[in-house]
């Protein structure tokens, strides 16, 4: 066995598990035959350190880009299969957080009916996204699987990849997940809360092997998979990109520094590299990265289709 | 010095934080003198990693019990500084997380103006919410401060108690975060995000020194002051409790079990002790315990000002 075949079978599937199997099924085959799906992976996945999970190590991730991007690829036509750290900004709904949303509202007395309305100034913002968010709930284009754990994520990347691998060229794995590299195996997490009676303990981990590799040559052999690369040290950026390229065998990685991740990411092709920016009028103009990436990379996987690359 | 001074002083304070606490001690003021104040902190502090931060431990919580618990004050006339983990759950807003407030809307086209409505069926639910909102807005007696680290936590949880010191025994401090016992030392942590070339990082952690003692004792001596013990062992708790009460001298350890404290919690006195707990027809009427928590305290906050305990 692989290291990551001894991997997942040290993991417990997460709750439901068959039954989110069989819906990622069912999401694919009701697509039409067109339909270019996409999965996209958001938010950073734990590593609890005890049984009864008081404490984890967590990745830092909010689920911007994430989110974003799954909004973007349905309004370019895509089924997206969102596959989410539970809690984590989600499509449509990450523009209302917190008591924005309460704001927004007021209370309107009509004949004698008491109804709530969004406030006037609000309706043109909430218009279009409501539109959008509605018209994707009716033609079932979106499905979420939330995860909190690294191992729940594992078991759903690869249940979310054989599912998409019927439909071939047609699928895309946006990975953009934070996904830890280390984990706390099984056996050596304590079964209680860390007492701090005795000191402060000492947490030992574990490297997790790498999935992206069985994922690109034997779960979607055929698909058009994206990697992501945030570091905070710009000199190892492209190096360590184009070493993961050259390991995995996938199509492109979008790199990125967590400093200027909001304005400039970088993609890293195994013979190429170019940036895609935001100019200052675009920042201005509340343009997100992330349609300027959806829509570049909408394009890569159109020709990918027809065989053109 | 003492431990927790020397703690202080290797810690930065947060962005902002001489307006934030500006804005506390105004707060405090402008409340009138008959008002109870009380500070409810919630949610999980993170530690750190790395200077860059791509990675942290964090405390398991979503803001449950302290979101729950500030709308129950509020419901009871305390005017509330709400230090919270940032993204984690808020009062009121914490009714509608994700895509649920999106699907409460529907567009209206009335008069060929087109607007926004909450659905008929949702307007009952959201009526009495949105009402004690606005309410709570207009007369000012909330006021949230939101963190994201243990050292953000540490200088806010000072400053929130010292602008209370004026207000003597009207204050409570009701300190439901979940607070890591751990830290890494500024000067032991990375600059850059991990690399796993090398192999696995071992974490070295440090105790974090128990600041309740000079809160209780320093900083608002006259403050009735509650605070939490989560365990997942049973059989420590109540023992675990009291010696906290006896260590800290503070008035009551709300004592809970992970896997129970929904439903049960302990109110462990220095001399005695009482469950607090939902029935099934409690539980079967979607009553949250934290209105039981709220009520039984502002009694025996009242008592404690007129006294009589």
């Not at 991740?261 to 013979?271: A, G, L, T």
């Not at 990436?293 to 890569?300: E, G, P, Q, R, T």
Request: net charge neutral; hydrophobic share 40%; proline share 5%.
């Amino acid at each position: 066995m692989s290291g990551w075949e001894v991997f997942y079978e040290s993991l417990t599937p997460p709750d439901g598990f068959e039954e989110t199997k069989r819906k990622l099924q069912e999401f694919c085959q009701r697509q039409s035959p067109q339909t270019k799906i996409v999965l996209v992976t958001s938010g950073g996945t734990t590593i609890p350190l005890e049984h009864n999970t008081v404490r984890f190590v967590d990745n830092f991730s909010a689920g911007t880009r994430g989110s974003a991007s799954a909004e973007y690829f349905l309004g370019a036509g895509y089924a997206v299969i969102f596959v989410f750290r539970q809690k984590s900004l989600e499509p449509f709904s990450r523009h209302f957080m917190g008591q924005k949303f309460l704001n927004m509202l007021e209370m309107v007395d009509e004949n004698e009916c008491l109804s709530i309305k969004v406030k006037g100034s609000n309706v043109e913002l909430l218009r279009p996204i409501l539109h959008q968010y509605q018209e994707v709930e009716r033609s079932g284009r979106l499905l979420q699987v939330p995860f909190t754990t690294l191992s729940d994520y594992m078991w759903l990347l690869r249940a979310a990849s054989e599912s998409l691998s019927s439909i071939g060229s047609r699928a895309m794995l946006y990975l953009a997940a934070a996904v830890s590299d280390f984990y706390v195996p099984m056996d050596k997490m304590p079964t209680h809360k860390m007492q701090s009676d005795a000191g402060p303990p000492t947490i030992s981990l574990q490297l997790v092997p790498k999935v992206l590799k069985p994922l690109v040559n034997m779960w979607v052999p055929n698909a058009y998979v994206v990697s992501f690369k945030l570091e905070t040290d710009t000199a190892l950026l492209i190096k360590k990109s184009r070493e993961a390229l050259k390991k995995y065998n996938h199509k492109l990685v979008i790199a990125n520094i967590l400093q200027t991740r909001k304005f400039r990411v970088v993609f890293v092709f195994p013979d190429t590299d170019y940036e895609v920016t935001l100019n200052d009028q675009e920042i201005a103009d509340n343009i997100e990265i992330e349609s300027k990436i959806v829509d570049d990379l909408a394009k890569k996987h159109d020709n990918y289709i027809s065989g053109m690359v």
